[in-house]
């Protein structure tokens, strides 16, 4: 069966700071990976999503990377936080498009 | 006009009560439809798929309308464990999943 992982589970980090978020996946191949983010009280918002190794498509403008160097990791960066960074951060795959999509448990970021 | 919306609520219903969630898509073309449950602080994690047919999973019934565009969710004999939030997820005809805002339940004993 396949399993995503995320880490680390919370975070705190002044403003300011670097960061980086891991994705990983077990049990399946080449799969469809994607980033979200959730403000508190919010929806989900599309960041980043790949369809294989170091190909990223960005969804929305802001200080924040993604990289995928193997076929089932999937790397949330940025240089420098920004308060409005905080967030629950969720990576997610899909079999292709059309599918089902499966979160992982997800980051939750607070910048000081 | 956003390309999915659901009705935030909440739904406060008591146990034992059936419910019924809509959620309507603006993208004709859209593909594949799905509902998610979030509990508080948790990822979403998938409820059902919705197929053309209409699907049911025990107490779960889902039906797809594309006519007037929207998905539903019927939540039979309510349990205190279905407060949630449900969000509904649509695929248009790009490689991303729309999601919803989500409706949140919360059901009383």
């Known amino acids: 069966s396949q399993t995503i992982h995320q880490w680390p589970a919370t975070l705190v980090q002044p403003v300011g700071s670097p960061l980086s978020l891991e994705c990983t996946v077990e049990?399946?191949?080449?799969?469809?990976l994607y980033w979200y983010r959730q403000a508190a009280g919010r929806g989900l918002q599309l960041l980043f999503y790949?369809?294989?190794?170091?190909?990223i498509s960005s969804e929305v403008p802001q200080n924040l990377s993604a990289s995928r160097p193997q076929d089932r990791q999937f790397i949330l960066s940025s240089k420098k936080l920004l308060l409005s960074d905080s967030g629950f951060y969720l990576c997610?795959?899909?079999?292709?498009?059309?599918?089902?999509?499966?979160f992982g448990p997800g980051t939750r970021l607070t910048v000081t | 006009r956003k390309e999915v919306e659901q009705d935030p609520g909440p739904f406060n219903v008591p146990e034992g009560a059936t419910v019924a969630f809509n959620c309507t898509y603006s993208?004709?073309?859209?593909?594949?439809f799905f509902w998610y449950r979030q509990d508080c602080r948790k990822e979403p994690k998938l409820l059902m798929s919705v197929y053309s047919s209409g699907n049911e999973d025990g107490r779960f019934t889902a039906q797809l309308n594309r006519a007037s565009q929207y998905i539903s969710l019927l939540i039979r004999d309510s349990k205190l464990s279905d407060s949630a939030t449900y969000l509904c997820?649509?695929?248009?005809?790009?490689?991303?999943?729309?999601f919803g805002t989500g409706t949140r339940l919360q059901v009383f004993p």
């Open positions: 997610a795959w899909s079999r292709g498009t059309l599918g089902e999509q499966y």
């Open positions: 049990g399946t191949s080449n799969p469809n």
């Open positions: 997820a649509v695929w248009g005809n790009t490689d991303k999943l729309i």
């Open positions: 790949s369809v294989g190794i170091g190909q």
């Open positions: 993208n004709s073309a859209s593909q594949s």
